[in-house]
């Protein structure tokens, strides 16, 4: 079957460091994608892994290990802001290629 | 930035009625879709749409639902006959032609609440 695993909740401190973890198992890999969600919004794009290793973007990066169905996204000098639900996604190969979405991590960032 | 636009922002309809959401896609993307969040669940994948037909459906989408492109620039959901668990956020989304990696855009979902 296909299966995200997320962590549903953390809680951080503003200017802290924290990486939200997720596994994946699923028929086929074509890259994974973390969207931010602000509670009654849209998803936004945050980062794409298709190969082993780490992205960086600013205060986001995001590593991926495909051997072992590991993804996770790094978020340094936390602000109040990124107080969101972080969604985990993977994108499968073959003629079925849609989306697989996890359950979504809800982090909530205190001063 | 160009934006994906969605209407109305919220929606009340009563059980067994039909509604039809509106999205207007990025105007230069190839790919739309239609997803739905009921409250505290995860983003569930409705259908996708690419070449004025649909490319790919869930097992959800099933035949109470149709997607139309009516002109160049509308994308629309149609549900028949509601029901009380239709009640969701729905996202409507596209992304360009630039491969697979090309991310989705969505728009900022219309509120469905069928009572």
């Known amino acids: 079957g296909q299966n995200i695993d997320q962590p549903t909740e953390m809680t951080a401190t503003e200017g802290a460091i924290v990486q939200i973890n997720c596994t994946y198992q699923?028929?086929?890999?074509?890259?994974l994608f973390w969207y931010q969600q602000h509670a009654g919004e849209a998803p936004t794009f945050l980062s794409y892994?298709?190969l082993d290793g780490l992205e960086e973007k600013g205060r986001f990066s995001s590593f991926l290990s495909r051997s072992k169905g590991y993804s996770y996204l790094l978020l340094k000098e936390l602000q109040m802001k990124d107080s969101a639900s972080y969604l985990c996604a993977v994108k499968r190969s073959g003629n079925n290629r849609k989306l697989i979405w996890g359950l979504g991590t809800s982090l909530a960032v205190n001063p | 930035e160009p934006e994906v636009t969605q209407t109305p922002s919220h929606q009340v309809t009563q059980m067994g009625q039909e509604v039809i959401l509106r999205c207007v896609p990025i105007s230069n993307h190839l790919y739309f879709y239609w997803y739905r969040q009921i409250l505290g669940q995860k983003v569930e994948f409705l259908v996708s749409f690419y070449n004025n037909e649909i490319s790919e459906k869930s097992e959800i989408f099933d035949d109470q639902f149709s997607v139309e492109r009516p002109d160049g620039s509308n994308f629309t959901l149609k549900i028949r006959s509601t029901k009380l668990e239709d009640s969701a956020m729905y996202f409507c989304?596209?992304?360009?032609?630039?491969?697979?990696?090309?991310?989705?855009?969505f728009g900022n979902g219309t509120r469905l609440t069928v009572t």
């Open positions: 989304a596209s992304r360009g032609g630039q491969g697979d990696n090309s991310p989705l855009h």
């Open positions: 699923t028929s086929g890999f074509n890259g």
């Open positions: 892994n298709v």
